[in-house]
């Protein structure tokens, strides 16, 4: 899928995820519910940092673009390292390593030590990367038109608003692991790059999302729905049917976790 259908989804499942805890009794309070939403938007895009066009990859310049190209020959070398007889070599990473469940709970995991051993610092770097994130995936055509400099601003201060009202006493910097503040901010980054994975599965190539298990003689199977449901990434399925159904459906998520909540 399009960076705009990933952010959506993610978006979408962070709401979703809201009205569980709620029904679980862990309920979000509301800056958990809409900067998790956020969160999850941003790193639904970040599985594609192995493909230099990629939104994430233009998202912070020349850093970000350095950066995918390390990814992409990384992901690249554990595709060849580790593939099947029968699979063929590759010369390019794209929708390997990064789109893997593996990638995304090691990704959920290093945010979350992160925060726990740095602090606010830490947590105000994650949440400028995926503010920043977000604004590129559920917001593209103003932040394709605007400059760089401007969506970094509004990054920067939305990241620095959300950390303190999210350090309110009760505003959810403890949420879920009481004892460790924001331990749950990897939470949101795991969902979001395994929605990603699961976007990219309804898609033509498939997406090997249960990497290194063997499937069918492969380690890089491209798990997905059968083949006549599948799409091209941007086709029309994607912007008018999946896209709009993504709204309704995290509106409904983001409803039943705040009635749920009362």
């Given at each position: 899928?399009?960076?705009?259908?990933?952010?959506?989804?993610?978006?979408?499942?962070?709401?979703?995820?809201?009205?569980?805890?709620?029904?679980a009794?862990?309920?979000?309070?509301?800056?958990?519910?809409l900067?998790?939403?956020?969160?999850?938007?941003?790193?639904?895009?970040a599985p594609?940092?192995?493909?230099?066009?990629?939104?994430?990859?233009?998202?912070?310049?020349?850093?970000?673009?350095?950066?995918?190209?390390?990814?992409?020959?990384?992901?690249?070398?554990?595709?060849n390292?580790?593939?099947?007889?029968?699979?063929?070599?590759?010369?390019?990473g794209?929708?390997?390593?990064?789109?893997t469940?593996?990638?995304?709970?090691?990704?959920?995991?290093?945010?979350?030590?992160?925060?726990?051993l740095?602090?606010?610092?830490?947590?105000?770097?994650?949440?400028?990367?995926?503010?920043?994130?977000?604004?590129?995936?559920?917001?593209?055509?103003?932040?394709?038109?605007?400059?760089?400099?401007?969506?970094?601003?509004?990054?920067?201060?939305?990241?620095?608003?959300?950390?303190?009202?999210?350090?309110?006493?009760?505003?959810?910097?403890?949420?879920?692991?009481?004892?460790?503040?924001?331990?749950?901010?990897?939470?949101?980054?795991?969902?979001?790059a395994?929605?990603?994975?699961?976007?990219?599965?309804?898609?033509?190539?498939?997406?090997?999302?249960?990497?290194?298990?063997?499937?069918?003689?492969?380690?890089?199977?491209?798990?997905?729905?059968?083949?006549?449901?599948?799409?091209?990434?941007?086709?029309?399925v994607?912007?008018?049917?999946?896209?709009?159904?993504?709204?309704?459906?995290?509106?409904?998520?983001?409803i039943?976790?705040?009635?749920?909540?009362?």
């Amino acid at each position: 899928m399009m960076g705009p259908a990933h952010s959506l989804s993610g978006a979408m499942a962070w709401l979703l995820a809201g009205a569980g805890a709620a029904w679980a009794d862990h309920p979000m309070p509301w800056p958990v519910l809409l900067s998790g939403a956020l969160i999850c938007a941003g790193a639904a895009l970040a599985p594609d940092l192995d493909h230099k066009s990629a939104t994430i990859s233009r998202a912070f310049g020349p850093l970000s673009k350095a950066l995918a190209g390390i990814v992409d020959k990384i992901a690249e070398f554990v595709y060849n390292t580790t593939r099947a007889k029968g699979e063929r070599k590759r010369s390019s990473g794209h929708r390997t390593l990064t789109h893997t469940w593996i990638w995304a709970l090691l990704c959920g995991a290093a945010f979350s030590a992160a925060a726990g051993l740095w602090g606010r610092w830490a947590v105000l770097f994650t949440l400028f990367v995926h503010m920043v994130l977000a604004v590129e995936g559920l917001f593209w055509r103003a932040a394709r038109v605007s400059s760089d400099v401007l969506v970094w601003l509004l990054g920067a201060t939305s990241a620095w608003l959300i950390a303190d009202v999210l350090d309110e006493p009760g505003n959810g910097s403890t949420w879920l692991f009481h004892q460790e503040p924001y331990l749950w901010l990897g939470l949101p980054i795991a969902l979001g790059a395994i929605v990603h994975t699961l976007g990219d599965a309804l898609t033509i190539s498939g997406c090997p999302v249960l990497w290194p298990l063997p499937i069918a003689g492969k380690r890089w199977y491209p798990v997905g729905t059968p083949q006549f449901m599948r799409f091209r990434a941007g086709a029309w399925v994607e912007n008018k049917v999946l896209m709009p159904a993504f709204m309704v459906i995290g509106a409904a998520g983001g409803i039943g976790a705040t009635l749920l909540t009362f």
